[in-house]
């Protein structure tokens, strides 16, 4: 008697995948038929005989083709494997190199100090050793005594700046609480250095014939209270 029996159904008899069973139809070693819009699958014993060696060498395709597909899987897993023990051993190899080429730097610059701290203390002893070496007495009797450098009164005054000189001459001449030293009011007038010189020489020529003016020994003062105008009026 025939069978009729889903796809689904005719698979699980059969032992084999939903697309064997599509396979055998279209190759027409079983027969279907249609009904209410669902297709059977029309089993007779012949082609249920015919079924079983066509189950076994169905299975065996499908066991070859996994097979090989897990060859194939593994072949590439071990390709990924060497690739990355490849990768290890070159990570391996470039962290041992910088740390050869780290340890060589850091011996290099403690060298380097030791041998100049060597060299500061050498010369440091050579330094003590002159100084504490004794001089023979008849060293110096025929030794000429040299003659101190004659300085200029003015050499030093010569080479300080205008405010340096303001401190010193305000210093020395701060007893005179009438007075006002020159430099230091046209320096707060803000005069430009060719006015300064200017009027400097002018009341210079003629302190002594001015009662406003005072010069002591070169260095000028004004009577506070007066303006430079009035000063100069008078002149």
């Known amino acids: 008697m025939d069978k009729k029996l889903t796809v689904i159904e005719a698979a699980k008899l ?29 089993l007779t014993k012949t082609s249920l005989k015919e079924s079983a060696p066509l189950r076994r060498n169905d299975t065996s395709a499908e066991h070859n083709a996994y097979i090989e597909l897990l060859k ?84 030093e005054a010569d080479v300080l700046e205008e405010e340096e000189i303001y401190q010193e001459t305000s210093v ?18 803000g005069f430009s250095k060719k006015e300064k010189q200017h009027i400097s020489d002018t009341l210079s020529k003629k302190a002594s014939q001015l009662n406003n003016v005072m010069d002591k020994n070169g260095t000028l003062f004004i009577k506070k209270g007066k303006k430079l105008k009035e000063i100069l009026g008078d002149s």
């Open 14 to 42: 059969l032992g084999v995948s939903k697309e064997a069973i599509y396979n055998r139809l279209r190759r027409g070693s079983l027969q279907s038929v249609v009904e209410d819009g669902v297709k059977y699958i029309v």
């Open 72 to 155: 194939t899987q593994l072949e590439e897993m071990k390709h990924k494997n060497e690739k990355l023990e490849a990768d290890k051993e070159r990570l391996i190899a470039d962290k041992e190199r910088m740390l050869i080429e780290s340890k060589e730097k850091i011996e290099m610059i403690y060298k380097e100090r030791d041998e100049q701290l060597k060299a500061i203390l050498s010369l440091a002893n050579r330094q003590i050793t002159q100084t504490e070496t004794p001089v023979p007495p008849s060293s110096f009797q025929n030794t000429p005594i040299p003659t101190p450098p004659v300085v200029h009164p003015f050499e």
């Open 172 to 189: 020395c001449f701060e007893t005179y609480s009438d007075w006002r030293d020159l430099r230091s009011y046209l320096k707060e007038k």
